[in-house]
């Protein structure tokens, strides 16, 4: 009982991590695959190698943002977002695999959802600080503007 | 008090999560030592930093399958699974400095570990689902065997 | 309420996540910049990129240990070696755009705020076990005399 109300507030994010986890795993069997034959093409292998360390080096700090703004706020928007971000990556990673080596992808990707978990993050903390010394709570209008405002990350 | 029933849920998962630290140091200090020596030999930099970089790389993904799995089951077969891990990830670097470059070790490893976690976090969220809407919890049997099958784990 | 207690012992720790994250940020961008100018200077493009890269390395590491420092033992401290933690980060970061190829800095920076927040995880677990088997809680003392050391981290 006691730990299923902990499991409440945080399942939407731990599906969110675990299907990341897949992904993740996805892209270094593609490392994997392309390490063994290597002797065939060095380029493929560098670039599915930079691929993947890309998103590595993203990977932390993405789990960072959607854990505090899942925590602090609302855990379905960023649950929302954390999907969107998934599926940015996924993109990400397969265009760098077939771009030609002279037109790289740049190294940030998915700046937009991040900017977005940050803001969650600040929201969360600043209303948490406002309920402190003021006694209000306007949780639920943020959460309501909040799963409103995640909608928008579906533009292009 | 309150502080200390958080501490309870999580306290295995923060010794192992502080073993692993320990190991990263010691990883990093081995590749600061070659780093220092490296007009000695090149291809010894480079093994232990393509090896520190491969552990590193799957260190975020660790961590949070670990934690969530701790968290959303149960934290006793979570830590035993940690270690383990951190026994794999040992054996797994000492294994690639030792290698002559031809042979290396794959990118991966300690893939049936992350995949117990992850299993452990499916049914920690599918338990929780369970109770929220049929009311029936079966989180002692759960657990029970979660704790005999982390033991299949020692199999090599 | 009930999520605002729950963000009341973390939001420091939030604040400092936001920080680390606005700065991952920052230096990505820097990577990013080069890397389009990579046609001119190819030993910059280099520096920038391992610079980010070490830091990169080295931030898993810290977010799990501050955390577990911050939950099992007192955020602010924990939030306060954070922030040194960002600065040194910072000098590393930039020292290491600096200078010289010869003489770049070691592979490890930040090894004494490790230190400091893997000694307050140790500190936090033992005393939950002391609550644990004596019933004798000593987290106020202990609170105060890590409060008093966090400023030890101020020395140069």
Same mark, same amino acid.
């Given at each position: 009982m006691e730990s299923c109300k902990v499991v409440e507030n945080i399942y939407l994010l731990v599906i969110i991590t675990l299907i990341s986890v897949l992904q993740n795993v996805f892209f270094a069997q593609k490392v994997e695959r392309e390490c063994k034959n290597r002797n065939m093409s060095t380029s493929a292998f560098e670039r599915v190698s930079c691929a993947n360390r890309n998103c590595m080096d993203a990977y932390p700090t993405f789990l960072a943002v959607m854990w505090c703004a899942g925590v602090c706020l609302s855990q379905a928007p960023a649950a929302f977002a954390g999907i969107i971000y998934l599926l940015v990556r996924q993109k990400y990673f397969i265009g760098y695999l077939g771009q #030609? #080596?002279?037109?790289t992808p740049g190294y940030l990707f998915g700046k937009r959802i991040i900017s977005f978990l940050s803001l969650m993050c600040v929201v969360g903390v600043f209303n948490y600080l406002l309920w402190r010394y003021?006694? #209000?709570?306007y949780k639920e209008y943020v959460e309501t503007i909040t799963n409103a405002a995640s909608t928008l990350l579906l533009l292009p």
């Open positions: #030609s #080596s002279q037109s003021y006694g #209000s709570d």
